[in-house]
């Protein structure tokens, strides 16, 4: 027993050794370091110009650590200060170097070292510099590169290695006339300018397009149309997203791109990389033009890639600063203008990466130029443009042709997330807002204070123009061209410009993907083939070719009618229902296509079938369409109270133009409405509930619930008012 109590006693203090051995030794090994700044940039001017880096020792451990060293290194323009006793500063003329001595650091003790970067001294640095730490004796926390993101809303940045811009304050302020003092600086005001008319002042960005012999043969000739188009469309989506910024075009110019085998991303690797002989002229392109922004227009081949646009992504991270001397020629688009992208028709999301937006803060957790220069979509509700932009996934909620803006409403829900929110803060509209100016002096040009907008129709919003659609024969013959009229009345009261009228032919009510043969003869028409060998003839004027007609209007004055005929060619299988055939066909403007123009020719094979007649067509009208007709828009929904906001799905003006609006209670003595923002539907859309706006001045809101509770507000306009605000209100109870 006495042997077996001490075996027992010398395993127990073997055990002991072995446990304190394994105790002293991870506690010489538990000291830790951390090396952080509180974000990842600096300024060069304003009131916080000074970014302070700390070092974070902590020893949890039992035993004193000795001999704790480590070493910053950054560019040798950076400017240093407050540079502890312990650390000492070096420069080879290339890098700059802290180095630091630690002799001995407690049991359970902390010691903090500190510096700054002092940003107005640290310009030569920019646009910015990398800073590295090297460690001995110690264990770095997040020893590898830049770890931080913003996903936890802390701007801190931390690790060995990280990044730090230097930029300009944009908020910066110093004359307190709520104009930041660099779009001051931009703009240059003439003393007579009024204060409003600055803080109203568009920036005009300057676009120069690029095309390719593929582009200019696919198209026809018709390059400059379609630039038109794109600038249009886009303007008029910025302006009515209260983007106050003009696409303004300074060049077109063509170069010797002949790679029509691959994908737009690529494309656009080689034309930032400028690997292509095609490019030699570039640069001197950019500094003739003026140009803030390139965009490239190529026509790739059928089956080239899904993705219609590719474009660079721009001071990420950079609050917004873009600067002449590091961005000018960097704004970069390529369009595929071939059979794979023949509805795209805008470049907004282009423009809007160009400036530093990127697609979300869930994809892109650390957003893009700002925090919160992002998309937004709400599942199941809607998505924002620049939503699956970039090659992260696709939206899988309804698209808007609305840029992500905490302050609008989108489908009853607001359209981002303030931008006080790092975050998840998705605001689009001020990020391009707080740019415009800077963006629009990547290039000398001088600044435009009065830019005109061009108006088209977009969104659904296809009441302003009314089409009439028919054939010219009560019926066609299989393998003949029957020919059909198209008459186009613009009933705003506002002239209208680049709108593509398209021709379509539906199956079952489908559009069909299949290319029909065309006949065409006027010369603002263009036959737009399958693939890029797709060849016409043209015989006495008409031009014949397989492939999709479009049609450019390049301006209709307010009431004014344009017309044209074209021909197609009936195939030997055409479309049949209840064993008898026909032809059916549709006209879009600008992708939306209007139901009106629905029309309808019975087919015959021969001339003995077509005497015997058919009424097929009485059949085919009651077919459903499958084109989208009117969006994504829910005709049953009611109004939502949100806090002080009224959302109004649809409300009806005296003169029969439909609209959703937002009104916010302004006042409560006396109690008011203001309509803060609106937009334009379908005015051929009829919704279950719509609110009324009469010509006496008189609103009235329908099923407005709160606590369960139905009312009818009504209130009265006050003449002269902009935004409208309404006052007398009568609350309801129904």
């Known amino acids: ?138 264990t770095v926390l997040e020893p590898n590169s830049f770890t931080a993101s913003l996903a936890d809303g802390d701007e801190t940045v931390s690790g060995s290695n990280f990044t730090i811009h230097v930029i300009r304050d944009l908020n910066v302020d110093i004359n307190q006339n709520t104009i930041p003092d660099v779009d001051e600086s931009i703009i240059n005001p003439t003393p007579d300018i009024s204060f409003a008319e600055i803080l109203a002042t568009q920036a005009s960005i300057d676009v120069l397009f690029l095309h390719t012999p593929a582009a200019e043969a696919y198209l026809e000739g018709m390059v400059l149309d379609r630039v038109n188009q794109y600038m249009t469309s886009t303007n008029q989506i910025f302006r009515e997203n209260d983007v106050m910024l003009r696409l303004n075009t300074v060049g077109l110019e063509e170069i010797p791109y002949i790679n029509a085998d691959t994908s737009v991303d690529q494309t656009l690797s080689e034309l930032v990389a400028k690997t292509d002989s095609a490019f030699a002229e570039f640069n001197s392109l950019v500094l003739s033009s003026g140009a803030d922004i390139v965009v490239m227009m190529h026509a790739l081949d059928f089956g080239s890639g899904t993705e219609c646009t590719s474009a660079t992504t721009n001071a990420i991270g950079r609050q917004g600063d873009f600067q002449q001397e590091y961005h000018q020629g960097e704004l970069l688009s390529v369009i595929n203008v071939g059979p794979d992208c023949l509805g795209f028709r805008h470049l907004a999301t282009s423009m809007a990466a160009n400036m530093g937006v990127v697609s979300d803060r869930i994809n892109v957790v650390d957003g893009g130029t700002f ?171 008409i031009t014949e070719k397989a492939g999709q007609l479009e049609c450019l209007i390049n301006q209709m004055n307010p ?80 109004p939502v109270v949100s806090g002080s906001n009224i959302s109004i799905p649809f409300l009806r003006i005296f003169d029969g133009q439909l609209i959703s609006g937002e009104f916010d209670i302004s006042s409560f003595s006396p109690l008011q409405l203001t309509l803060v923002s609106y937009q334009l539907l379908d005015q051929e859309l009829l919704p279950a509930v719509e609110s009324d706006f009469a010509e006496d001045g008189t609103l009235t809101l329908l099923e407005i619930t709160i606590d369960d509770v139905t009312y009818t507000i009504t209130a009265t306009y006050q003449d002269g008012t902009d935004p409208g605000v309404f006052d007398n209100l009568l609350i309801t109870p129904i």
């Open 559 to 638: 009431g004014e009618e344009i017309f044209f005929n074209y021909s197609i060619q009936i195939d030997d299988s055409p479309p049949m229902l209840d064993t008898e055939s026909y032809y059916h066909q549709l006209v879009s403007v600008n992708n939306i296509y209007k139901a009106e123009s629905e029309t309808c020719i019975p087919v015959f094979t021969d001339i003995v079938d077509a005497q015997a007649g058919s009424t097929v067509c009485d059949d085919v009208e009651n077919l459903v369409l499958d084109v989208g007709i009117g969006g994504e828009i829910d005709l049953d929904a009611l």
């Open 1 to 138: 027993m006495r042997q077996a109590a001490n075996n027992s006693r010398k395993n127990s203090i073997l055990l002991l050794s072995i446990l304190l051995g394994i105790i002293s030794s991870s506690a010489y090994g538990q000291a830790t370091l951390q090396f952080s700044a509180p974000q990842p940039y600096v300024y060069i001017h304003g009131v916080e110009t000074l970014l302070n880096f700390e070092v974070e020792l902590d020893n949890p451990g039992f035993s004193a650590v000795s001999d704790i060293s480590f070493s910053i290194s950054m560019s040798d323009q950076v400017s240093l200060g407050n540079i502890d006793s312990e650390c000492t500063e070096s420069s080879d003329g290339f890098t700059r170097t802290i180095s630091c001595e630690i002799d001995s650091l407690d049991a359970g003790a902390m010691k903090l070292i500190d510096f700054f970067v002092d940003g107005p001294n640290s310009v030569e640095a920019g646009p910015d510099f990398s800073v590295s730490l090297i460690a001995t004796n110690v």
């Open 371 to 541: 925090s919160f220069s992002a998309g937004y979509e709400l599942e199941n509700e809607f998505s924002t443009l620049m939503v699956g932009q970039g090659g992260q996934p696709a939206p899988t909620a309804p698209g808007l042709l609305r840029f992500s803006n905490p302050a609008a409403i989108c489908n009853n829900f607001a359209c981002g997330v303030d931008r006080e929110d790092l975050a998840t803060g998705a605001d689009a509209v001020n990020s391009l807002n707080r740019t415009r100016h800077v963006v629009s002096q990547l290039s000398a040009t001088e600044f435009n204070f009065s830019a005109l907008d061009r108006e088209t129709i977009l969104d659904g919003n296809g009441a302003e123009i009314s089409i009439s659609h028919s054939p010219t024969e009560s019926g066609a013959i299989i393998s003949d061209f029957a020919e059909f009229g198209v008459v186009i009345t613009n009933d705003s009261s506002e002239a209208l410009s680049d709108l593509v009228i398209a021709v379509s032919h539906l199956n079952d009510g489908a559009v069909s993907t299949e290319a029909q043969t065309y006949h065409i003869e006027s010369d603002r028409c263009v036959i737009l083939g399958p693939d890029l060998a797709t060849e016409g003839t043209v015989l006495e004027g």
